[in-house]
């Protein structure tokens, strides 16, 4: 066994993960609690109510990881949490939450970017401790990190070093989904159930494909306006929403626009492999269209699974091992930043 053992805690949003990840890649304990039932009451997220929830939550799933995990306190390195970015008052949870239990178990605490345990999810394995590790995901490496927050093609030479090459202009891939879904009536959230509602169902229509200034920027709110203007059309003739075949229309149009200027930046840096993280990268069809166009390319796909590309603690342990390796720690000061941003390198 290898590298440090992290307790590592993510609270940015509705999900409350707590892991214990040994050395940036092999997963000891993980787990998440969901809010998604309570939010879709509302029909998304009210921030109030997922900050309450969250101190709700963390103590248990704290308890809980380290006693999946079977380690005392005295075995971990670090306490690691995200401090951003994300909803203030869910961050504000995880980081006092991690600072009190570094200070009582005197162990170093490290801040991480949420954008940053998207990526590294890709770093993630559950093979037996006593099994040898897979490889690691090879650079320069193309991320493409589609959340309910963020869509962004991001570039990494190494570790740690970022290049964006472009991101949404407007909405995020997941908040079309979720819009979209309320839309046309589907539960929250609205990524899975319109990838449900979308499966072996034709589109209904094609929806025109954004244009936008950068290459490899994308825009999504135009896409949502046409399902809007389609939908009302229907009601206005009297006639049945076909959901489902919007649905498969939307999903078509979102999985476009990402495959398509994915793959091109990914032949243009001729890079040794592309990485998705993210909520909606545990999209089938994304995966699947993504992986055919990068197959002609020769290049290949890294994709986490599912459970690991929506928000949970082993990707902040994973990127976390890294970074302790760098000798990256906060301070006691570390502070909750709901618009962090990843420190972007020139190459
Ligand atoms: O990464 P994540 O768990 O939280 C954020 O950091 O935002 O992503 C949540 C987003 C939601 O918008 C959700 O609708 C979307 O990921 N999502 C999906 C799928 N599963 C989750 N979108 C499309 N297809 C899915 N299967
Ligand atoms: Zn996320």
Same mark, same amino acid.
């Given at each position: 066994? @290898?590298?440090?053992?992290?307790?590592?805690?993510?609270? @940015?949003? #509705?999900?409350?993960?707590?892991?214990?990840?040994?050395?940036?890649?092999?997963?000891?304990?993980? &787990?998440?609690?969901? &809010?998604?039932?309570?939010?879709?009451?509302?029909?998304?997220?009210?921030?109030?109510?997922? =900050?309450?929830?969250?101190? *709700? /939550?963390? +103590?248990?799933?704290?308890?809980?990881?380290?006693?999946?995990?079977?380690?005392? /306190?005295?075995?971990?390195?670090?306490?690691?949490?995200?401090?951003?970015?994300?909803?203030?008052? @869910?961050?504000?949870?995880?980081?006092?939450?991690?600072?009190?239990?570094?200070?009582?178990?005197?162990?170093?605490?490290?801040?991480?970017?949420?954008?940053?345990?998207?990526?590294?999810?890709? /770093?993630?394995? #559950?093979?037996?401790?006593?099994?040898?590790?897979? #490889?690691?995901?090879?650079?320069?490496?193309?991320? !493409? +990190?589609?959340?309910?927050?963020?869509? &962004?093609? +991001?570039?990494?030479?190494?570790?740690? $070093? %970022?290049?964006?090459?472009? &991101?949404?202009?407007?909405?995020?891939?997941?908040?079309?989904?979720?819009?979209?879904? *309320?839309?046309?009536?589907?539960?929250?959230?609205?990524?899975?159930?319109?990838?449900?509602?979308?499966?072996?169902?034709?589109?209904?229509?094609?929806?025109? *494909?954004? $244009?936008?200034?950068?290459? %490899?920027?994308?825009?999504?709110?135009?896409?949502?306006?046409?399902?809007?203007?389609?939908?009302?059309? %229907?009601?206005?003739?009297?006639?049945?929403?076909?959901?489902?075949?919007?649905?498969?229309?939307?999903?078509?149009?979102?999985?476009?626009?990402?495959?398509?200027?994915?793959?091109?930046?990914?032949?243009?840096?001729?890079?040794?492999?592309?990485?998705?993280?993210?909520?909606?990268?545990?999209? $089938?069809?994304?995966? *699947?269209?993504? $992986?055919?166009?990068?197959?002609?390319?020769?290049?290949? !796909?890294?994709?986490?699974?599912?459970?690991?590309?929506?928000?949970?603690?082993?990707?902040?342990?994973?990127? =976390?091992?890294?970074? %302790?390796?760098?000798?990256?720690?906060?301070?006691?000061?570390?502070?909750?930043?709901?618009?962090? @941003?990843?420190?972007?390198?020139?190459?």
């Amino acid at each position: 066994m @290898s590298g440090p053992l992290v307790l590592a805690i993510e609270t @940015s949003c #509705d999900e409350t993960g707590v892991a214990v990840v040994r050395g940036g890649r092999r997963i000891v304990s993980n &787990q998440v609690a969901t &809010q998604i039932a309570l939010h879709a009451a509302t029909g998304g997220i009210v921030p109030e109510v997922a =900050a309450r929830q969250q101190l *709700r /939550w963390i +103590v248990p799933s704290v308890e809980a990881a380290m006693a999946e995990a079977g380690v005392g /306190w005295d075995e971990l390195d670090a306490v690691a949490v995200t401090s951003g970015p994300g909803l203030i008052g @869910s961050l504000l949870v995880g980081v006092n939450v991690a600072k009190a239990l570094a200070v009582v178990h005197d162990l170093p605490l490290m801040g991480i970017n949420h954008i940053e345990g998207h990526i590294y999810a890709n /770093w993630l394995t #559950d093979v037996p401790m006593e099994d040898p590790l897979p #490889d690691e995901p090879p650079f320069p490496l193309l991320c !493409l +990190v589609v959340s309910g927050g963020h869509t &962004q093609l +991001v570039l990494m030479a190494d570790h740690g $070093r %970022y290049r964006l090459l472009g &991101q949404t202009v407007d909405d995020a891939a997941g908040e079309a989904f979720d819009k979209v879904g *309320r839309l046309l009536g589907l539960p929250y959230p609205g990524g899975p159930a319109i990838s449900a509602a979308a499966e072996g169902a034709s589109a209904a229509t094609r929806f025109p *494909r954004a $244009r936008t200034a950068g290459p %490899y920027d994308f825009s999504f709110s135009g896409l949502k306006t046409a399902v809007l203007r389609e939908v009302a059309g %229907y009601r206005e003739r009297g006639a049945a929403i076909p959901v489902d075949g919007l649905a498969a229309a939307f999903e078509e149009a979102v999985v476009d626009a990402l495959a398509t200027k994915t793959a091109a930046a990914a032949e243009e840096h001729a890079v040794a492999a592309v990485a998705m993280g993210g909520g909606v990268a545990a999209n $089938r069809s994304l995966r *699947r269209v993504l $992986r055919d166009r990068l197959d002609a390319l020769g290049i290949p !796909l890294l994709v986490p699974p599912p459970a690991w590309c929506t928000d949970n603690g082993a990707m902040i342990g994973a990127a =976390a091992g890294f970074r %302790y390796a760098s000798g990256d720690r906060a301070g006691p000061a570390l502070e909750a930043v709901p618009n962090l @941003s990843l420190a972007w390198a020139d190459a």
